[in-house]
């Protein structure tokens, strides 16, 4: 099973500024890699998909990178509503597919 | 309207039976790759269960053999039985849809919380 580690666990971060996720494979998933968007009593978001392609409707302001084991999400300029977790997934290799811990984006 | 409807959660026993429900519209499952995600109470998510447009299903390992994972075509529901139900399978249960370029989750339900205690 390919572990996935996240950090910072929680980051603060004030309006308009930018927010620098980390997400970490313990093997190669090349770019088999999404980030997701949960608030508090919904249901998780597709934002990207491949590493780097914004899911449909979502902002410019969120990017992807990375490939192989290392993963970052950005999100250029945090407004009111990205205040939330964040989770990366793995399906490279599966079952299982596997998600890391998530990341909480807090206000500073 | 696309989504996805989960039912049958509540309070159950452990060692008991359920079955959830999750009713799919705006799209067709069966030509779809489908999988349940669970989140127990303040946790992080983790993968259940996948059944492919064929019907293979597949099981994360803390569940198999007890939970089953089929479709309806006909209702263009999916339904996950869940036996020998234990106190760590209490969780929100989400069904999703797996994209069309890899096993991400691209449509979510709502989800429907199982609670298992005694």
């Known amino acids: 099973e390919i572990v996935m580690t996240q950090s910072p666990a929680t980051l603060s971060v004030s309006p308009g500024e930018r927010a620098t996720l980390s997400c970490r494979a313990s093997q190669s998933v090349s770019s088999n890699l999404a980030w997701y968007q949960q608030k508090p009593g919904q249901a998780p978001r597709l934002l990207i998909y491949?590493?780097?392609t914004r899911a449909t409707g979502i902002p410019a302001r969120f990017s992807g990178s990375g490939s192989g084991t290392e993963f970052t999400l950005i999100i250029s300029s945090l407004q009111s509503e990205d205040f939330a977790l964040y989770y990366c997934q793995q399906y490279n290799r599966w079952p299982p597919m596997t998600f890391g811990q998530g990341t909480k984006v807090e206000i500073k | 309207e696309v989504q996805l409807v989960e039912s049958g959660g509540g309070l159950f026993h452990p060692g008991g039976s359920l079955r959830l429900s999750c009713a799919a519209s705006g799209f067709t499952l069966r030509s779809n790759f489908m999988s349940w995600v669970r989140q127990a109470p303040g946790k992080g998510l983790e993968w259940v269960s996948l059944i492919n447009s064929g019907g293979n299903t597949y099981y994360a390992d803390s569940v198999e053999g007890r939970f089953t994972f089929s479709r309806d075509n006909s209702k263009n529901t999916l339904y996950l039985q869940m036996n020998s139900l234990r106190a760590e399978d209490t969780a929100v249960y989400y069904c999703?849809?797996?994209?069309?370029?890899?096993?991400?989750?691209?449509?979510w339900g709502r989800g429907t919380l199982v609670t298992v205690s005694s």
């Open positions: 999703a849809r797996d994209g069309l370029n890899g096993m991400y989750f691209d449509l």
């Open positions: 491949g590493a780097f």
